[in-house]
């Protein structure tokens, strides 16, 4: 069994930078890609950033530029870098694993977090 555990949410200021962590446990880390989704209240969770094994990266457009995903492998963590933060950007935020498929969708991924949020105030 795979578990994952988000951490490093927080209420900050818009512009300000905050760092999410993802400590896997119970599986081969580096065996599987990974990736990053946000809920917003009352909306759906949404694709945020994706890494492969080898650390290719994918991101939604509204982070380019701003967010870095990232990976240590012998740490067995993910990591998100959230930068000039914007009040859009509030939202309960979840690392899971990539099994199958389009990685943009959440059907493609397992072994979900419960979550960590992040709420930026104008």
């Known amino acids: 069994q795979v578990q994952m555990l988000e951490s490093g949410g927080g209420l900050v200021q818009v512009g300000d930078s905050l760092r999410l962590s993802c400590a896997a446990f119970?599986?081969?880390?580096?065996?599987?890609?990974m990736g990053w989704f946000r809920q917003a209240p009352g909306k759906e969770r949404e694709f945020v950033a994706w890494?492969?094994?080898?650390?290719?990266?994918t991101y939604a457009d509204f982070v380019k530029g701003r967010f870095t995903i990232s990976r240590d492998n012998t740490k067995k963590t993910l990591y998100l870098q959230m930068n000039n933060l914007k009040a859009g950007d509030t939202a309960v935020y979840y690392c899971?694993?990539?099994?199958?498929?389009?990685?943009?969708?959440?059907?493609?991924?397992?072994?979900w977090g419960q979550g960590t949020q992040v709420t930026v105030s104008s």
């Open positions: 899971a694993r990539h099994v199958q498929n389009n990685a943009f969708e959440t059907s493609s991924y397992d072994s």
């Open positions: 890494i492969s094994t080898i650390s290719t990266t």
């Open positions: 119970g599986a081969t880390f580096s065996d599987y890609s």
